[in-house]
């Protein structure tokens, strides 16, 4: 058998593997979802004071529905409630004896934020047995997403079939591409056959601001700047955390998609990312395929980054680890690589500033030493010029983002205190034992296992190098100069991760001490140290002459090493986030939180009506849709105000019938309070319009974006041109 023959079988048998795995794909679901207790019923109670005594907060999406309450009741008055944002807008009488109340629920949009209640009304007995939520269609739209990716993995396995044969590509780098392909799909095979988005520490956050995205959309905002559903509909700001990536889930759950697959296919989309990121980087550094191939398997299934994804549910990290292999990549290029492919570093920061804020932190501090280690060759060389189109570019692309966070940061009047405070980070050090143990040792939370170990994989290749930087110290390239200094790097990080770093020293440094608060966890830089790991060993093994022989066989042996470690981890991720079953998760809204620290200022209570001061001011008319609010008031003379439900964020206007602004004040829950001192009646009209600023550096980065791209035409363009041009003078 040839080995082309060879290189054909691999590729069929890797189109099985990913379609077989595809397919796998769960269909839609419209069985009825079911909330009991354990004991048969969800709560019994008597007594004399009226109570809520039982609530479910649900997602659902445009259509009809079927709410059904078996219960027992020996009193009348008892009643179930139907909320939005926290404002009843029905309500249906339970009956007196034992049976089950029916209610049809139509909903017109779709919403979040929707409270069935049921309330006690403070005499009697009363069980609730079970309360069942039905509806004729299925919950969400997700079949169709199967066939999708059947259809996406047979373009790119022809596509890559078309540029081997068109000699674009060469076979081999088909086959590697087909062998990163594979990798991709293992890491993710298992997200696709889950009813459930499992556990997260952060994973109801990054679900809020999903579907709060979503939200934004559908009401007309782009980019979407508050969420309008959020907060019982006071709006909640999306300035403050990147979230460019998050409109792939987001769009997805336009079409109709579940927010469970929605975000299973991003953690898919963020996998496939980085195992293409990682292969490409290490391509800067040497042509072979197996150090590609190696260092991007060894990346992917790090267990750091699996827990970012599948236990921490740190969408950021994860998102920026995608691209911290083209930010070293750039930063070779630009210090002493091929000067003219500058650009990596710029696709490479612009990835981690629309991730992460503190990953754009640590990133930025790990390249800034790296320029300044070079520092000699970049100014005797000139490449500063590099170096300056970079950095110039990169903040250029950026505006869209960086305006509106920097605005708000300091002048926004949120309550950041909760970031600012000191973070105990000298407690969240590893034990060195911990980090290099060889042998499992977990944290078990609540059965997910957190784990920060580099395991056998990594630490092979951590004495690998060592062994290789002090075997080859003759006759050193420039090349291999720069991986020594990233290697060095990689052992910084590893020592400031454990508590042999004098962390508790630091605390008397005071912009030490804030920097590291705003850290809060040393053990975030295991994941930078780990992306250099994987570069810097696959290359040095892969080419050292004295494993050429046993090559093939040790890059084999630490793939499958890599490969069972992993499949040994008991990551229980079928588990319901909500504890309540699979098919709950598709509906329930207990994903949706907003932290405080993004809020206006304020000690008090935020509702989802309106509020007047006093009994002087009546209201006659009142309409809410999204950021917008009409109404029509009285009021007696004197000085009133009424306390509006929308955060006051910038960009809000609030005018009466004649366009004149109203005096506006922030309430004490930080929300919107206009001052009113009329005897007739008057309108109010508020609606959110984007400041000028931030529009205006939308669209500097949209122009940055428009002439990079041009540029980067005309430059292939022009050397296609002086290629064709010498090749007919010869």
């Not at 040839?2 to 077989?20: C, D, H, N």
């Not at 769960?26 to 039982?54: C, M, R, W």
């Not at 509106?404 to 060195?432: D, I, M, Q, R």
């Amino acid at each position: 058998m040839t080995i082309l023959q060879k290189r054909t079988y691999v590729k069929k048998a890797l189109v099985i593997l990913i379609l077989m795995i595809l397919v796998s794909l769960n269909k839609d679901s419209s069985e009825p979802i079911i909330f009991t207790g354990d004991s048969g019923f969800l709560v019994q109670h008597a007594g004399d004071t009226q109570k809520e005594l039982y609530s479910k907060t649900l997602i659902l999406e445009k259509g009809n529905y079927q709410v059904k309450l078996a219960y027992t009741s020996s009193e009348e008055g008892n009643t179930l409630w139907i909320r939005n944002h926290d404002v009843q807008i029905d309500n249906a009488k339970i009956p007196v004896g034992e049976g089950e109340l029916c209610y049809d629920l139509r909903v017109d949009e779709p919403t979040p934020d929707l409270e069935v209640s049921v309330h006690y009304a403070g005499k009697g007995y009363l069980e609730l047995k079970s309360f069942t939520l039905e509806t004729a269609q299925p919950w969400h739209r997700d079949s169709w997403v199967r066939g999708m990716l059947v259809l996406a993995a047979g373009f790119v396995i022809l596509l890559l079939d078309v540029l081997a044969c068109m000699g674009k590509i060469s076979e081999r780098m088909s086959l590697e591409i087909f062998f990163i392909l594979g990798i991709a799909v293992l890491s993710s095979s298992f997200l696709l056959n889950q009813n459930s988005v499992g556990h997260g520490d952060d994973l109801t956050y990054h679900l809020t601001r999903i579907e709060g995205i979503a939200q934004g959309l559908r009401a007309g905002q782009f980019p979407v700047r508050i969420y309008p559903d959020m907060l019982l509909g006071n709006g909640y700001l999306n300035a403050m955390y990147p979230s460019l990536f998050l409109y792939i889930p987001a769009v997805f759950r336009l079409m109709g998609v579940s927010y469970v697959v929605s975000y299973k296919l991003f953690l898919i989309f963020i996998n496939f990312a980085a195992a293409f990121a990682m292969y490409a980087a290490i391509k800067c550094f040497s042509k072979s395929g197996r150090a590609a191939v190696l260092g991007t398997a060894l990346y992917v299934f790090a267990r750091y980054r699996l827990n970012n994804i599948l236990v921490r549910g740190a969408l950021g990290e994860s998102l920026a680890m995608i691209f911290l292999p083209l930010v070293i990549a750039g930063v070779w290029q630009i210090a002493a690589g091929d000067r003219r492919k500058w650009w990596i570093l710029v696709i490479g920061a612009t990835g981690v500033i629309q991730s992460h804020v503190l990953s754009t932190v640590i990133y930025a501090a790990i390249a800034f030493v790296l320029v300044c280690s070079c520092a000699g060759k970049i100014v005797r060389e000139r490449r500063i010029v590099e170096l300056t189109k970079a950095i110039g570019l990169t903040l250029l692309v950026n505006m869209g983002f960086l305006v509106p966070f920097l605005t708000y940061y300091v002048k926004g009047n949120l309550n950041l205190g909760v970031l600012t405070e000191t973070f105990a980070y000298w407690v969240e050090s590893l034990n060195p034992a911990y980090l290099f143990g060889i042998f499992r040792i977990t944290e078990d939370d609540a059965g997910f296992v957190r784990d920060f170990e580099l395991h056998l994989p990594l630490l092979s290749l951590l004495g690998f190098g060592l062994i290789y930087c002090v075997h080859n110290r003759s006759g050193v390239s420039e090349r291999d100069r720069f991986l020594r200094k990233l290697f060095v790097l990689a052992w910084i990080l590893l020592f400031m991760t454990t508590n042999w770093f004098p962390y508790e020293k630091i605390r008397d440094v005071a912009f030490l001490d804030s920097f590291f608060s705003m850290l809060q966890f040393p053990w975030r830089l295991e994941g930078p140290a780990i992306g250099i790991l994987a570069i810097t060993g696959a290359v040095w093994l892969v080419e050292y002459s004295a494993m050429e022989r046993y090559c093939n066989a040790v890059v084999i042996a630490m793939i499958a090493m890599v490969l069972l470690d992993v499949s040994h981890w008991n990551l229980q991720w079928s588990q319901s986030m909500t504890g309540a079953g699979t098919d709950v998760d598709r509906t329930c809204a207990d994903i949706i939180y907003c932290p405080e620290e993004y809020m206006v200022r304020g000690d008090g209570v935020f509702y989802g009506g309106y509020i007047v001061s006093d009994e002087q001011v009546e209201v006659q008319t009142y309409e809410k849709d999204g950021l917008k609010i009409d109404m029509t008031y009285k009021a007696a003379p004197g000085a009133h105000w009424i306390d509006l439900p929308l955060m006051h964020y910038m960009g809000y206007s609030v005018t009466n019938e004649k366009g004149e602004n109203y005096d506006v004040m922030t309430a004490d829950a930080g929300n919107i309070k206009v001052l009113i001192e009329n005897t007739e009646w008057h309108e109010i009209h508020v609606q959110y319009r984007e400041p000028v600023l931030f529009r205006f550096a939308v669209y500097i980065s949209a122009g940055g974006c428009f002439m990079a791209v041009i540029a980067a035409v005309l430059r292939r363009r022009g050397c296609i041109l002086v290629l064709g041009v010498k090749h007919g003078e010869r």
